[in-house]
């Protein structure tokens, strides 16, 4: 089963655009990047998921490198509500697979 | 839609007694999955479900037994809780939809065994 690696933590300022990146390096043809994250005493989210080409929602972006071996997860303006742990995940296109978290990156912003 | 539904919230057991921990999801999701969170240790995956009858051990499985005899249900069985079980316990659930499927999670389980 494909993992992931992040940095344990980062740091922004509020209104400041934050870049999380995750490598996934034996990413397979068929996984999905997923993103998650989980605000504190609560359960993870989703944030957002792509195969192949960035991708955007109303929460941010998920920039996809060409090899797929590694993403970037965009928050365009980081406000205090998006400290958090984010957790970048691999989800096979069986959905057969185990999903594993790891730790995540916990991400603090100052105001 | 009530999403996915852990109960209890709070639980605390004595050393070598036994507990279920419920889940429930009314979305009709095929599966379901249980982690739980350590300090520090992110979530770890100890069984999932792909459907009714079918379970599989995740990274943390032992001293935990789980069943799906339903699509909405899956319950985990702590049958001789031990101090090194105390953490907290999120259910998760998603659509099998080719890898996109959103997993969705629930609120929670803090479990504190003496």
């Known amino acids: 089963d494909a993992k992931t690696t992040q940095p344990n933590s980062m740091e922004s300022n509020e209104e400041e655009p934050v870049h999380l990146p995750c490598n996934h390096s034996?990413?397979?043809?068929?996984?999905?990047i997923h993103w998650y994250r989980q605000l504190p005493s609560q359960g993870p989210e989703y944030v957002i998921h792509?195969?192949?080409s960035n991708v955007n929602n109303r929460m941010a972006s998920l920039a996809i490198a060409e090899d797929r071996k590694s993403s970037t997860l965009i928050l365009h303006r980081a406000t205090l509500r998006d400290a958090a742990v984010y957790y970048c995940?691999?989800?096979?296109?069986?959905?057969?697979?185990?999903?594993?978290f790891g730790r995540g990156t916990q991400l603090t912003v100052w105001p | 839609n009530a999403g996915v539904t852990q109960t209890p919230k709070f639980q605390v057991l004595k050393t070598g007694q036994s507990m279920t921990l419920q889940c429930a999801q009314d979305?009709?999701?095929?599966?379901m999955s249980w982690y739980r969170q350590d300090p520090g240790m992110g979530l770890r995956l100890i069984h999932y479900?792909?459907?009714?009858?079918?379970?599989d051990q995740g990274e943390v499985p032992n001293g935990y037994n789980v069943s799906r005899s339903t699509t909405e249900d899956f319950p985990l069985r702590l049958l001789s809780a031990a101090p090194s079980q105390t953490s907290v316990y999120f259910c998760?659930?998603?659509?099998?939809?080719?890898?996109?499927?959103?997993?969705?999670f629930g609120e929670g389980s803090r479990l504190t065994v003496l």
């Open positions: 998760a659930s998603s659509y099998r939809r080719e890898g996109t499927g959103e997993l969705f």
């Open positions: 034996t990413i397979s043809g068929t996984d999905y």
């Open positions: 792509g195969l192949t």
């Open positions: 995940i691999l989800r096979d296109f069986s959905t057969l697979g185990r999903l594993y």
């Open positions: 979305m009709n999701h095929e599966y």
């Open positions: 479900s792909v459907g009714a009858g079918i379970t």
